[in-house]
């Protein structure tokens, strides 16, 4: 981490699949323990975004630094041993596992705060509910709960989510994006791509604007919330 604080830097990222190109010159940071949201349209290049900096889709161009490290090119297990935690959209649990075991398979050997399976649980109680049963058989805000859950087991100090609200009813779309509000306080950072932009504005310390690819804005979440331009694109003003 530099002398500012910051965690994690992206410099002038750009990423393809085949020769269609989905992110172009991206530059961003995130800072230990803020949560950054990350905005856009459907094939703005947000998920993209999130599988570059998680090893899963290789980068073409630029740099991207956590801890001031250097860590494009590196394997997804790699970067979650150096304390970045991905839960992707789909959750991708493992649905015939109980919930237990979805949880204590995790590799913990990332560099952030400790999570048990009782802080876990603590975060989400409906989780200690359905400790025995399969993953399979849960609601969606509970499997997202769980993958949320898993995630923060792999010990990260920033974690990626993506579309954490999506499919949720507007109770368990509010719990879960409380939650991951709330881990600012141990310290963790967030980098969060979500469909409900005003949700995510009301969490986040700060915010881009991805479109086509590229940022066009940037600034506080205060500041995009109340753009103009922004609510009329982006947020149905």
């Not at 703005?44 to 073409?60: D, E, H, M, Q, Y």
């Not at 103009?228 to 149905?236: H, S």
Request: hydrophobic fraction near 45%.
């Amino acid at each position: 981490m530099t002398s500012d604080g910051t965690l994690l830097s992206v410099k002038d990222v750009s990423a393809a699949y085949g020769k269609v190109v989905a992110l172009r010159g991206v530059s961003l940071s995130v800072k230990r323990g803020e949560i950054v949201a990350i905005l856009g349209a459907n094939g703005a290049g947000k998920t993209t975004l999130l599988n570059a900096l998680s090893g899963v889709l290789p980068i073409t161009a630029g740099r991207i630094e956590f801890a001031e490290q250097r860590i494009d090119g590196r394997r997804p297990w790699e970067l979650s041993r150096a304390g970045i935690s991905h839960v992707p959209e789909g959750r991708e649990i493992f649905p015939s596992m109980t919930v237990e075991a979805n949880l204590k398979i995790v590799d913990a050997f990332g560099s952030g705060p400790v999570f048990s399976v009782e802080d876990v649980l603590n975060m989400f109680p409906r989780l200690r509910e359905r400790f025995g049963q399969a993953a399979g058989n849960l609601s969606g805000g509970e499997q997202q709960m769980l993958a949320i859950g898993r995630g923060l087991m792999a010990r990260p100090r920033l974690i990626l989510f993506d579309e954490p609200s999506l499919g949720l009813s507007p109770f368990f779309s509010k719990f879960v994006l409380g939650a991951i509000g709330a881990l600012r306080a141990k310290g963790l950072s967030a980098l969060l791509v979500e469909q409900n932009m005003r949700a995510a504005l009301k969490i986040a310390d700060r915010a881009y604007v991805l479109r086509v690819g590229s940022i066009v804005r940037e600034g506080s979440a205060c500041e995009i919330a109340d753009a103009p331009d922004i609510q009329e694109a982006y947020l149905g003003a």
